[in-house]
């Protein structure tokens, strides 16, 4: 195996590097600087040894995105202990069950969760601690109460005149397989696993980063955290290797609707954007769309003279709806529109899109913009390899199985999963299918247990159906199911557009039904849909904005 360096020791070097630089900011609330950062989580530490935590005990973290949080998370690594990260969108049973689960000893809590949990699902439990003050919420032990009513003052003792760069001394992981957190998944199909991420996989990731982002990111470049930070997604890329590169963090820590987050691509101007299609699609279709798909913008871009300066013209708007400041956006976490990425392609806009698992913390698959296939989630990423089990992988879909430095150690307390994930030689098999074409350009189909059969034995990946219904009139999105071999699609219209309009439930059962005669003259006669049923509420999802398949089928 590689050298490894200590991931703690890189989060040590960047905040003395960057001791009076802006780190973390709650947009339109506080800014830390790394001095502060690295204050706070002193008083984090004397608060652990304190109150008796050891090295390798568990300590969770739930609630919405913050500096706050951050600075937990962060001082939770750089004692020793193993971070526990929780959606905060995740319901009280299931906060309870993980904590429970993965013996966590304390818990920071956010105070909308505080509220809603119920310490006494939490028998060993030995401490709530508030995200926002780190006030105690429950206190089980007379350390924990004492250690907490005399921070300031043990902080005081501990460093008489002033805390000084000097006195930045990090624990550094004994082994790069030494467990760094456990990562309950959200998934779409019940509850979670907990998977062990070893501190290799988090500097592997920090790694893949440098060579991806090169220098285009440099201390002081500002980012947007928009996804949970509980989700290995948003930790490797919105925060983690940032952090380590001396960058300003902003959390969007409100409800991240299309408006705030266009807000504050404005009034920031991130150097690069990390998001799940859904965020960029709505974007695109709200904001972009409108202005281009009018009767003039159509007749200009059929002009070849000046087609080429039209599609300029167009890419530099899009560029302003994002900021304007970005060297490229990464989109991944789910299937990516086709209608979108195809715009987004001939417009010659700088995006990619990158493919990953929670057990690879996350990245599997990423291609730079410059040189990415559309339709394709990239080539396998540094310190990985990718291959596609299947006879042939260029044409008939396999499993896509990967190992490298990224892969988990396992599943929390679950053995039987793990082997059943990672094979003798080090495989992981992710779950989704996939082909591979000679230059290695990973193509996904969908998940294998989405996987349909017709009633001769044909395949059928209902996200390719899908993909092409969402892109439909007045189709805001789909899940495609079968019903007594026949296949039905499920459909959440765009009920503000419809309104606008004047449609009545009727009308738009008649524009869902020319929808699916459009759709089935692009299908095989396998694949053809029977009938559309109206969905008038959102589909529910995961925090990664994934449907969760499971509730309707």
């Known amino acids: ?137 429950l206190s089980r032990t007379d350390k924990l109460t004492y250690a907490r009513e005399h921070l300031n003052e043990l902080y005081g003792k501990k460093f008489p005149k002033y805390f000084r760069k000097e006195h930045v001394h990090y624990y550094h992981e004994q082994s790069p397989d030494e467990m760094a957190l456990i990562n309950y998944t959200s998934g779409t199909t019940g509850f979670s696993k907990g998977v062990m991420i070893p501190y290799r996989a988090m500097w592997s990731n920090y790694d893949f980063a440098c060579s991806a ?23 490797a890329f919105e925060f983690s290797y940032e952090f380590i590169r001396g960058c300003h963090v902003f959390y969007l820590n409100r409800v991240p609707s299309p408006a705030i987050i266009a807000q504050a691509f404005a009034d920031i101007k991130p150097s690069v954007i990390i998001a799940v299609p859904l965020v960029i699609e709505k974007i695109i279709r709200k904001k972009v769309f409108p202005k281009i798909q009018t009767p003039r913008m159509r007749l200009l871009l059929q002009i070849p003279v000046i087609e080429q300066k039209v599609r300029d013209t167009i890419c530099q708007e899009v560029k302003k709806a994002f900021g304007g400041n970005f060297f490229e956006i990464i989109i991944g976490g789910a299937a990516f529109n086709q209608e979108v990425e195809q715009f987004l392609h001939r417009i010659n806009f700088p995006y990619t899109v990158g493919y990953g698992a929670t057990e690879c913390a996350p990245i599997i698959c990423y291609e730079d913009w410059r040189s990415f296939v559309p339709g394709s989630c990239g080539k396998a990423a540094k310190n990985m390899q990718v291959r596609i089990d299947s006879p042939d992988p260029e044409t008939i879909p396999g499993e896509i199985l990967t190992r490298g430095l990224n892969v988990m150690l396992g599943y929390y307390k679950n053995e039987k999963a793990t082997r059943e994930t990672i094979d003798e030689q080090g495989w992981y098999h992710t779950g989704d299918l996939g082909t591979m074409d000679e230059d290695g350009n990973v193509f996904i189909n969908g998940r ?50 419809a309104e606008k309009l004047g449609f009545t439930m009727e009308d738009l059962e008649g524009v869902m039904e020319q929808n699916r005669n459009g759709l089935n ?7 053809k849909i029977s009938e559309i049923v109206i969905h008038k509420q959102e589909f529910a999802k995961t925090p990664k904005k994934s449907i969760k398949r499971y509730l309707y089928t």
């Not at 090169?214 to 509980?230: D, E, Y």
């Not at 003259?521 to 694949?527: F, N, S, V």
């Open 1 to 137: 195996m590689k050298e490894i360096p200590s991931y703690n020791k890189l989060i040590e070097q960047s905040i003395i590097d960057h001791w009076d630089m802006d780190a973390l900011t709650d947009y339109k609330g506080q800014t830390l600087q790394y001095h502060d950062v690295a204050r706070k989580i002193e008083k984090v530490h004397i608060l652990f040894e304190n109150s008796g935590v050891q090295r390798g005990d568990k300590i969770a973290l739930c609630g919405r995105n913050s500096s706050q949080w951050t600075v937990a998370f962060l001082a939770t690594l750089t004692y020793g202990a193993v971070a526990v990260p929780i959606l905060h969108e995740f319901t009280p049973d299931q906060i309870h069950n993980i904590v429970n689960h993965s013996d966590a000893k304390l818990l920071f809590a956010g105070d909308h969760v505080s509220g809603s949990i119920d310490p006494g699902q939490m028998p060993n439990l030995e401490g709530i601690i508030r995200n926002t003050d780190y006030s105690l919420v």
């Open 448 to 497: 294998s247990k989405n996987l349909l059969l017709s009633a001769n034995g044909q395949n059928i990946y209902p996200e390719e159906i899908e993909d092409k219904l969402n892109s439909m009139t007045l189709v805001v999105e789909s899940i495609v199911v079968q019903r007594d071999s026949r296949l039905v699609a499920l459909v959440h219209p765009d009920l503000d557009e």
């Open 521 to 527: 003259q692009t299908l095989p006669a396998y694949e």
């Open 213 to 235: 982002m090169g220098n285009n990111l440099k201390p002081g470049s500002s980012v947007i955290s928009i996804l949970p930070m509980a989700h290995m997604y948003s930790m």
